[in-house]
């Protein structure tokens, strides 16, 4: 039989880590909620919830050096799951409030707030890709 994936969820201060963690243990995964070092290189997997502003998630990952950890894996071709906040630090740059944060920049792009209407918006819609994306 084969053993079950190590999975990380990143607790640097910000996210629903607790839904993330019931979800990945439902899913068949051990998971382990830390920001150790060792044990964040080490997992099969990297889980980086995210809840609130780019800029506020940038300075506590950036303060648990969260960052930097994050980077080494994607540079190593570890996987990385980014939910919500977590998933848009890894764009170049994040713009909230008016404040322009950097980001990650595993991606080019910069996160925004979509101009719409009506938001949350609910149901299908069109996506129209930028020039020169895949």
């Not at 640097?12 to 998971?31: C, D, F, M, Q, W």
């Not at 997997?45 to 894996?73: H, K, Q, S």
């Not at 910069?110 to 020039?131: F, S, Y």
Request: aromatic letters at 4%; a negative charge; charged letters at 20%.
């Amino acid at each position: 039989m084969a053993s079950r994936p190590q999975v990380v969820v990143f607790d640097y201060g910000s996210g629903n880590v607790h839904s993330a963690v019931k979800a990945l243990e439902r899913a068949g995964a051990e998971v382990e909620l830390t920001a150790e070092r060792q044990a964040v290189m080490d997992a099969d997997g990297l889980v980086v919830p995210g809840v609130g502003a780019f800029a506020t998630v940038m300075a506590l990952l950036r303060a648990t050096r969260g960052d930097e950890m994050i980077e080494r894996r994607l540079a190593g071709g570890r996987a990385v799951l980014g939910i919500c906040v977590g998933l848009q630090i890894l764009f170049d740059r994040g713009v909230e409030h008016g404040v322009d944060t950097p980001g990650l920049g595993q991606w080019p792009g910069v996160v925004e707030k979509l101009q719409a209407d009506r938001l949350p918006h609910m149901g299908w819609n069109t996506v129209i890709p930028g020039e020169g994306s895949a």
